[in-house]
């Protein structure tokens, strides 16, 4: 059974910062692309970003690029999504998923498996 587990999330002030990560079980983790999206409330989930099978090549959304670093420890099965210069449009529920594809895919169609979500909540 494949298991995406996230945590990490919490409250904070705009501006500040917050890493939230994913623990995964029961895949073959280094053979597999990471992604990040958020959902808003009465928004559509979005992509965030992405990491390659070995965490060379990162892949972000415009509107994070410079602010939001994805990295992965394939020997702790785990990824990570560090950010930085938090604003109150990053409030949302964020989710990990996991795609056998080579590249980094944008569309959540593409992903095979997803964690449950943890809360961010961005206060001005």
């Known amino acids: 059974q494949v298991l995406l587990v996230e945590s990490g999330g919490g409250l904070v002030q705009a501006g500040g910062s917050l890493s939230v990560s994913c623990a995964a079980s029961g895949l073959t983790f280094s053979r597999f692309t990471m992604g990040w999206f958020r959902q808003a409330p009465g928004k559509e989930r979005e992509f965030v970003g992405g990491?390659?099978?070995?965490?060379?090549?990162?892949y972000y959304a415009d509107s994070v690029k410079g602010r939001f670093t994805i990295y992965r420890d394939n020997a702790k099965t785990t990824v990570y999504l560090q950010m930085n210069s938090l604003k109150p449009e990053g409030t949302a529920v964020y989710y990990c998923?996991?795609?056998?594809?080579?590249?980094?895919?944008?569309?959540?169609?593409?992903?095979?498996?997803w964690g449950q979500g943890t809360q961010v909540t961005v206060s001005s």
């Open positions: 990491i390659s099978w070995s965490g060379v090549f990162a």
């Open positions: 998923a996991a795609d056998t594809a080579v590249i980094v895919k944008t569309d959540m169609g593409a992903y095979d498996y």
